[in-house]
């Protein structure tokens, strides 16, 4: 009767035993403080060799610029408004913004190389510590955002259209 039931018990615990993985492709994501954040609404425009990134969820935006970007460079934050990071939120009806500029804050966007890059999306990883940009609208016990571990993966980009061209009269 011993056997039986370990068999049986046995026999259970192996069928009960299953992993349910997902995949998140695109993604935004980082951890905010010691927070696990995901946008639930991504983009990314190319416009004239500048990208910008932005991942969003209804009350928080991170945009991430970069001027003249290349695949599988590392732009570093916090020394010129050429390389941003700016993280908003809605709250109470007030908007706080923080940002890294010339100056202040500090990160990182890497992006990753043309050979991991799929063609049409754009993937790599940042992160930046950002300080408000009016002192006088500060979240409450947040006086900085830090943004660490962040990845952004295959997210589609998007281009202006083509201006028409005018023909020569």
Not at 46 to 60: F, P, Y
Not at 130 to 158: A, H, Q, S, Y
């Amino acid at each position: 009767m011993k056997k039986y039931f370990l068999f049986a018990l046995m026999a259970v615990s192996l069928v009960s035993c299953e992993e349910e993985l997902t995949t998140n492709s695109p993604t935004f994501e980082a951890m905010k403080s010691y927070d696990f954040w995901r946008a639930t609404k991504l983009t990314a425009n190319v416009d004239n060799g500048n990208l910008v990134i932005v991942g969003a969820t209804d009350s928080e935006n991170v945009t991430l610029f970069i001027h003249n970007y290349e695949s599988g460079k590392e732009y570093e934050l916090g020394t010129t408004n050429h390389h941003v990071a700016t993280y908003s939120k809605i709250e109470n009806d007030k908007v706080y913004l923080y940002s890294t500029s010339s100056s202040t804050g500090k990160g990182y966007i890497k992006l990753d190389p043309v050979e991991k890059q799929v063609p049409g999306t754009i993937s790599g990883t940042f992160m930046a510590e950002m300080v408000p940009v009016d002192p006088t609208l500060v979240l409450p016990e947040t006086p900085l955002v830090n943004l660490n571990k962040g990845v952004f993966f295959r997210i589609p980009l998007v281009y202006p259209p083509a201006q028409p061209e005018t023909p020569n009269p």
